[in-house]
């Protein structure tokens, strides 16, 4: 086993201890404190050591001590140390497995907001002129029968530009949805992505009676959501946003699910600050929190535009770079902040269930399981443009090279490129988080290298930042804190609907004797190692 592919050593420090200015990487440059983390990628358990059996740990298995190496050798028996589980897994399953068949809406190309990252241009993607009309609704609901697996859920994602400036077809989708699920047994989920600036009559009735996933654009506290998330005559957005959302608490109570959609672009207020900001209002479920990525001339961090869509700027041109938020000089620090605050959020007296893509992974290490792909992209999941067209990305679909079909006709492209498993790719491949991550958004190396299954390397880094927090924040965790049910995900389009299966390692109380049934071991056989799930 080598440390780094197969598994991955992670000093804990205590949470409280100051870490401004540092800005290395994951792992740099950090007090390994007493005890460490260790992530075994086979199947995502999770191992408690002291840090100096971590440390002759992360140089290899062979350098442990004689009673370090009997214990690691009983956790391999006993608990699937160092087993293919997850690599049988992703090679045994179908496109099909561990998410939705998922359908995206592009509803219309207009949008009233001006946001300073806009990767649509403002909606229309550079080549939506029209909203989408009812003629679309027959064809979408055609590739539903022809490519949804059998028995398999059917998830809408209605999007934009702004949805709710079409609203009529997203009652007609609805209605069409629910005549075929009395008719046939299939199970339907509704989302939509909004500004929600907008809630034309007759919004907050579907949205109750459809049980809506309402996913919000909206940043933080005024002050930042007003400077992001301009309107295009240059008023300020929030009071708006928070007006409506009132309203739809009001009128629908918990039969909507509402998700703040974050995109984190400024130093401050902080990304602590900000969350905050928005936990306070007590109105959301969840949250999810993407870093802000945009266009810069190299060597410098003054972006050169704010337009992800801008269509200059879709591939890779000389001289320009696109920069991560969270990577920047500081902010890395802000976010490991937030991970040691973050599990105080969990207040009895406020209805926030958690981080969206903090608690897939956690859930992919407490409960056993793998993801199978970064996305659904090109596999369950495939925007329907007003135009007619098909594509596996709703970031793509300014460019006609990505598309992969038409409304009419279906799908007409082979896109093999979409469907590489990262035990396929020679760089994702060895990497010790490759089953949390999946393998890296193929839109954002397009972004940087041109090529869809070249690794940006920003983006990279920041998935492993990522992987390696949570794993730092649940290793530090409470049993109540890991044992919070976490069952909804599926529906609620993480990380683009990341496909993710249930691996077959035994429960951790099995594998340490504590539970029913026979009693191979116990916890202290284990010892240094403590097998924490």
Same mark, same amino acid.
């Given at each position: 086993?080598?440390?780094?592919?197969?598994?991955?050593?992670?000093? /804990?420090?205590?949470?409280?201890?100051?870490?401004?200015?540092?800005?290395?990487? @994951?792992?740099?440059?950090?007090?390994?404190?007493?005890?460490?983390?260790?992530?075994?990628?086979?199947?995502?358990?999770?191992?408690?050591?002291?840090?100096?059996?971590?440390?002759?740990l992360e140089a290899g298995v062979e350098h442990l001590l004689p009673a370090e190496r009997e214990a690691w050798d009983r956790l391999r028996a006993v608990a699937g140390v160092g087993d293919d589980t997850h690599r049988t897994l992703l090679a045994g399953s179908a496109l099909s497995d561990g998410a939705?068949?998922?359908?995206?809406?592009?509803?219309?190309?207009?949008?009233?907001?001006?946001?300073?990252?806009?990767?649509?241009?403002?909606?229309?993607?550079?080549?939506?002129?029209?909203?989408?009309?009812?003629?679309?609704?027959?064809?979408?609901?055609?590739?539903?029968?022809?490519?949804?697996?059998?028995?398999?859920?059917?998830?809408?994602?209605?999007?934009?530009?702004?949805?709710?400036?079409?609203?009529?077809?997203?009652?007609?989708?609805?209605?069409?949805?629910?005549?075929?699920?009395?008719?046939?047994?299939?199970?339907?989920?509704?989302?939509?992505?909004?500004?929600?600036?907008?809630?034309?009559?007759?919004?907050?009735?579907?949205?109750?009676?459809?049980?809506?996933?309402?996913?919000?654009?909206?940043?933080?506290?005024?002050?930042?959501?007003?400077?992001?998330?301009?309107?295009?005559?240059?008023?300020?957005?929030?009071?708006?946003?928070?007006?409506?959302?009132?309203?739809?608490?009001e009128e629908c109570g918990d039969a909507v699910t509402l998700v703040a959609r974050m995109t984190i672009a400024t130093a401050e207020p902080s990304l602590k600050e900000s969350v905050l900001a928005l936990w306070r209002l007590d109105l959301f479920d969840h949250f999810q929190i993407y870093p802000g990525?945009?266009?810069?001339?190299?060597?410098?961090?003054?972006?050169?535009?704010?337009?992800?869509?801008?269509?200059? /700027?879709?591939?890779?041109?000389?001289?320009?770079?696109?920069?991560?938020?969270?990577?920047?000089?500081?902010?890395?620090?802000?976010?490991?902040?937030?991970?040691?605050?973050?599990?105080?959020?969990?207040?009895?007296?406020?209805?926030?269930?958690?981080?969206?893509?903090?608690?897939?992974?956690?859930?992919?290490?407490?409960?056993?399981?793998?993801?199978?792909?970064?996305?659904?992209?090109?596999?369950?999941?495939?925007?329907?443009? @007003?135009?007619?067209?098909?594509?596996?990305?709703? %970031?793509?679909?300014?460019?006609?090279?990505?598309?992969?079909?038409?409304?009419?006709?279906?799908?007409?492209?082979?896109?093999?490129?979409?469907?590489?498993?990262?035990?396929?790719? @020679?760089?994702?491949?060895?990497?010790?988080?490759?089953?949390?991550?999946?393998?890296?958004?193929?839109?954002?190396?397009?972004?940087?290298?041109?090529?869809?299954?070249?690794?940006?390397?920003?983006?990279?880094?920041?998935?492993?930042?990522?992987?390696?927090?949570?794993? %730092?924040?649940?290793?530090?965790?409470?049993?109540?804190?890991?044992?919070?049910?976490?069952?909804?995900?599926?529906?609620?389009?993480?990380?683009?609907?990341?496909?993710?299966?249930?691996?077959?390692?035994?429960?951790?109380?099995?594998?340490?004797?504590?539970?029913?049934?026979?009693?191979?071991?116990?916890?202290?056989?284990?010892?240094?190692?403590?097998? /924490?799930?």
């Amino acid at each position: 086993m080598r440390h780094g592919t197969d598994y991955r050593v992670i000093p /804990l420090r205590d949470p409280d201890e100051h870490r401004g200015g540092r800005t290395g990487g @994951p792992g740099e440059g950090r007090d390994h404190g007493d005890t460490a983390a260790v992530l075994l990628t086979g199947n995502h358990r999770l191992l408690l050591a002291p840090a100096a059996t971590a440390r002759r740990l992360e140089a290899g298995v062979e350098h442990l001590l004689p009673a370090e190496r009997e214990a690691w050798d009983r956790l391999r028996a006993v608990a699937g140390v160092g087993d293919d589980t997850h690599r049988t897994l992703l090679a045994g399953s179908a496109l099909s497995d561990g998410a939705d068949f998922a359908v995206n809406v592009n509803l219309t190309n207009v949008c009233n907001l001006a946001c300073a990252y806009c990767f649509a241009e403002g909606g229309d993607y550079g080549r939506v002129t029209e909203a989408m009309g009812e003629h679309s609704i027959a064809w979408i609901f055609d590739f539903i029968e022809t490519h949804a697996a059998p028995d398999q859920r059917v998830r809408f994602e209605f999007f934009g530009g702004e949805p709710l400036a079409n609203l009529g077809v997203i009652e007609k989708i609805c209605a069409r949805a629910d005549e075929i699920a009395g008719r046939t047994g299939t199970r339907f989920v509704h989302r939509v992505s909004t500004n929600l600036t907008l809630l034309p009559p007759g919004t907050t009735a579907l949205f109750r009676d459809h049980r809506f996933i309402v996913s919000v654009s909206i940043d933080g506290g005024r002050q930042v959501q007003d400077a992001n998330r301009p309107s295009k005559n240059g008023k300020g957005s929030y009071d708006r946003i928070v007006r409506n959302l009132r309203r739809l608490r009001e009128e629908c109570g918990d039969a909507v699910t509402l998700v703040a959609r974050m995109t984190i672009a400024t130093a401050e207020p902080s990304l602590k600050e900000s969350v905050l900001a928005l936990w306070r209002l007590d109105l959301f479920d969840h949250f999810q929190i993407y870093p802000g990525v945009y266009p810069v001339r190299t060597g410098t961090t003054v972006p050169v535009a704010l337009t992800l869509g801008d269509r200059t /700027l879709s591939a890779p041109q000389g001289g320009i770079e696109y920069i991560n938020h969270f990577l920047q000089p500081g902010i890395v620090d802000q976010f490991e902040e937030f991970l040691a605050h973050y599990p105080k959020l969990f207040d009895p007296g406020n209805r926030f269930k958690g981080v969206l893509e903090y608690e897939r992974t956690v859930q992919m290490i407490t409960e056993g399981a793998a993801a199978l792909a970064f996305c659904s992209g090109g596999r369950t999941y495939y925007t329907h443009s @007003p135009d007619g067209t098909i594509s596996p990305c709703h %970031r793509l679909v300014g460019d006609e090279s990505f598309d992969v079909g038409t409304g009419e006709r279906g799908i007409t492209r082979d896109h093999p490129e979409w469907r590489r498993t990262v035990d396929e790719h @020679p760089v994702c491949g060895g990497c010790w988080a490759r089953y949390l991550c999946g393998g890296g958004c193929r839109q954002e190396n397009h972004v940087a290298t041109g090529d869809l299954n070249v690794l940006n390397d920003a983006s990279c880094r920041y998935q492993l930042m990522l992987a390696e927090e949570v794993v %730092r924040m649940l290793a530090r965790s409470t049993p109540e804190y890991r044992a919070r049910p976490r069952t909804r995900y599926d529906d609620l389009f993480v990380s683009c609907g990341r496909p993710v299966l249930p691996n077959t390692r035994p429960a951790a109380d099995t594998a340490t004797g504590a539970g029913a049934g026979p009693a191979r071991s116990t916890a202290s056989d284990f010892a240094p190692f403590r097998l /924490l799930c």
